[in-house]
């Protein structure tokens, strides 16, 4: 009667949470040009909230530039507010029917707050996995009320979902320790690299002076 709790139905559903989880940090401003930063903004054209490259050609000519090719120029400027409403924090240039979107670079601050804003997506993904692990063990309390499942099944299936769970968990940690490496390498390529490099071309004038 095992058949009847089916594990695999849970470890989908945390698949998708890790999958949700990774498509939310990569829509993080972090100081690199990424198409996927636009994704959670929606443009309110022709009666309905639609998203931006389903309205236009979204690339990335440059490392920190996003261009947006608007297919219908009536749709621009409703494009343009989108962006400007939303919380990516960029002001768009507008040329004609073409959008571009140049990223400011990562100042420490901003690096900070990236720290906090993905470590608290980091939880809240990490709950999500807990609440389908709770789901996963009130069906087996169920089963097990309703003598669908024998005891040690039952004890079976929940160190199954257990192990899953703590699987995905240390997925998430992997995946948070990454993106915060990956943050600190663009704030550093991008704010203390430079200052190196001024510093370095003063000495070397001063040495031929």
């Given at each position: 009667m095992s058949s009847e709790f089916?594990?695999?139905?849970?470890?989908?559903?945390?698949?998708?949470s890790i999958s949700?989880?990774?498509?939310?940090?990569?829509?993080?401003?972090?100081g690199r040009a990424n198409v996927n930063m636009l994704d959670t903004i929606k443009v309110?054209?022709?009666?309905?909230l639609m998203?931006?490259?389903q309205l236009g050609t979204v690339s990335v000519p440059e490392a920190?530039?996003?261009?947006?090719?608007?297919?219908?120029?009536?749709?621009?400027n409703l494009i343009e507010s989108a962006i400007q409403k939303s919380d990516l924090g960029i002001n768009p240039q507008i040329d004609g029917q073409m959008i571009?979107?140049?990223?400011?670079?990562?100042?420490?601050?901003?690096?900070?707050?990236?720290?906090?804003?993905?470590?608290?997506?980091?939880?809240?993904?990490?709950?999500?996995?807990?609440?389908?692990?709770?789901?996963?063990?009130?069906?087996l309390k169920k089963k097990l009320k309703d003598k669908n499942i024998s005891e040690d099944?039952?004890?079976?299936?929940?160190?199954t979902i257990q192990k899953l769970t703590d699987l995905n968990v240390s997925n998430i940690e992997k995946i948070l320790t990454q993106k915060e490496k990956?943050?600190?390498?663009?704030?550093?390529?991008s704010t203390i690299l430079p200052l190196l490099w001024m510093a370095m071309a003063g000495g070397e004038e001063k040495g031929i002076k």
């Open positions: 089916n594990e695999k139905n849970y470890s989908s559903k945390m698949d998708k949700s989880f990774k498509k939310d940090i990569s829509t993080l401003r972090t309110d054209v022709y009666g309905q998203p931006i490259d920190r530039l996003i261009s947006i090719q608007v297919w219908d120029k009536s749709n621009t571009r979107l140049r990223i400011p670079d990562l100042t420490e601050e901003r690096r900070k707050d990236l720290i906090k804003i993905l470590k608290n997506m980091g939880e809240k993904a990490k709950i999500s996995l807990r609440n389908i692990r709770r789901e996963a063990n009130e069906e099944q039952n004890k079976n299936f929940e160190k990956e943050i600190i390498q663009i704030w550093i390529s």
